[in-house]
Structures are given as C-alpha cells and as structure tokens.
C-alpha cells in the first residue's frame, strides 16, 4: 500500500512539474488583476511562483524530512525578499488559495484518470495542506520582521524629528521641544544635544519650552540632568518659554532653577546673548 502511495506522489510531482511554468503564469495573471501595483515587479516575482509551484509539486513526494527543511529554507528566503521587494503580506497571502486551487484541479485531474481510492486521494490532500500550511508559516515570519525593522527605523527617525538642535549663529544654537517628554525621548535629548553642541561648537544652548504642555517632576529632573551634562562640556545651557502656569507647578514641586538662566519667551533669550535677526 505505501509503495503505491509513492508511486502515485511520484507521478502527480511528474505533472505537477511538467506544468508549473503555465502555473506560474496563470497566478502571476491572476495577481496582476487583483494588484496592480505588482505589475511592476512581476518579471521578479514569476521565477518565485516557478519555484513555488515546483516546490508544492516535489513536496509531495519527498520524504517528510527532506520537505520541511527545503520549505523553511525556501520561506525564509523568499518571505525577505519578497518584503524587500516592496510586495505587501495581504497580497502574498491571498495568493494562498490560488496555489491549492489550481494544485488540486491536477490532483484531480491525476485521481480520476487513475481511478484513485478515497482513501488515497485523502493522503495526498494531506500532505498538500501541510505543505500550503507550512509555507505559509514560514513565509511569514521574515516579511513581518521586515516590516518591523521597516516601522522601528520610522518611529526612530520621528524621534530625532522631535529633537531639532538648530543653530542659529555661531556658537548659539536651539532646542525647541514640543509635545509631551517620555524615557525615550528624554534619553534622545540627552544624546542629540551633547552631540550637536560638539558638532557646532555651541558655546550656549537654548532650550525652549514654549511647546511643552506639562512639566512634571520627571521632565523637571531630565532638564537638569541635560543642563549639567552641558555644563560639563563647556556649554552655557538657558531656558525659555517658560509659562506662568508651567512656573507655578515648578515652585510647588519644589524645583530650583536659580542657577538656570531663563526667559518667558525665547525671543528674549536669543536678545539678551545678542542675537537680533
């Protein structure tokens, strides 16, 4: 009984292959319909879809070793290239049933020209279940860690976004802040303003918190520690944009700024070291 089951595998792998570039090109067709923004890239992705196809149809005649390691190296390979192609997930998996429809119209066709049993024709779905199953899994993992490293690089650039030291004469430069100031940021603060004020040779350095809505204990302790830090690099560290309500919260937490020079706006900040453009 296993002999015939592997001489059936044997010849719908036959099939499968002897048919897998029409395949391809079948589902190539089909994507472009359904996503013209592949279009572009499908001379790229149709050896991929050769590969595929012949993949499923080798798959189900290997032994059941040999076809979980050729499918996992063959994901993970081709999940990263086809997320660096610039291809989306949604669109990769919808092709999903394309590959397991067209792939069990041949096993059809090969069951009925054979006269396969139930319970034959039942051991070949399986083993392609398994297979669409773990290409699938595979496939996956490297697009999404893709696509993460893609959001991390974004949300890392959109914070240094939100530190813009900004020189505005020799020796003098600026940190406007806006916005609320959580563990992260204040750590970028931290670097970009060390970095910038060595870059620039900044003597004093404005930090201006005009667009600060809130400054609480955790803010207030973070400020300090970029003014020491400057301090300690030769920098004269100022402060504007300062507001009655956000005074008012300093003194109640207690919070000395005396040794700080500061400025309601930073306008006069930038007047009293001379800046008057």
């Not at 499908?42 to 050729?70: F, H, K, Q």
């Not at 290409?135 to 650039?157: D, G, N, R, W």
Request: aromatic share 6%; charged share 25%.
């Amino acid at each position: 009984m296993a002999e015939q089951i592997d001489q059936t595998l044997e010849k719908l792998t036959d099939y499968i292959l002897d048919r897998r570039i029409q395949l391809a090109e079948q589902i190539t067709e089909e994507q472009n319909r359904r996503y013209s923004r592949l279009r572009s890239i499908s001379e790229n992705l149709l050896p991929l879809r050769v590969e595929l196809v012949t993949l499923y149809g080798e798959a189900l005649s290997m032994d059941p070793i040999e076809r979980a390691i050729r499918i996992e190296k063959w994901g993970l390979e081709t999940g990263k290239q086809c997320a660096e192609m610039g291809t989306t997930l949604d669109s990769m998996l919808k092709e999903v049933p394309l590959y397991r429809n067209t792939i069990g119209e041949l096993i059809k066709e090969i069951a009925i020209t054979y006269d396969y049993s139930v319970a034959k024709l039942y051991d070949v779905i399986s083993i392609l279940d398994q297979t669409v199953n773990e290409i699938v899994y595979y496939f996956c993992l490297p697009f999404v860690e893709v696509q993460t490293k893609s959001l991390q690089a974004s949300q890392e650039q959109m914070l240094e976004m939100s530190v813009p030291v900004v020189p505005v004469d020799n020796g003098v430069a600026v940190l406007p802040l806006v916005g609320t100031i959580d563990t992260h940021r204040a750590k970028l603060i931290m670097e970009e303003s060390l970095t910038k004020c060595l870059e620039l040779n900044v003597d004093q350095f404005v930090i201006d918190l005009s667009g600060v809505a809130m400054v609480d204990t955790f803010v207030a302790q973070k400020l300090f520690q970029v003014i020491d830090s400057l301090k300690l690099i030769g920098v004269v560290p100022k402060i504007s944009g300062i507001s009655p309500e956000m005074a008012q919260t300093i003194v109640q937490l207690g919070l000395d700024f005396k040794d700080v020079p500061s400025y309601a706006t930073l306008k006069s900040a930038l007047s009293e070291i001379g800046f008057k453009r």
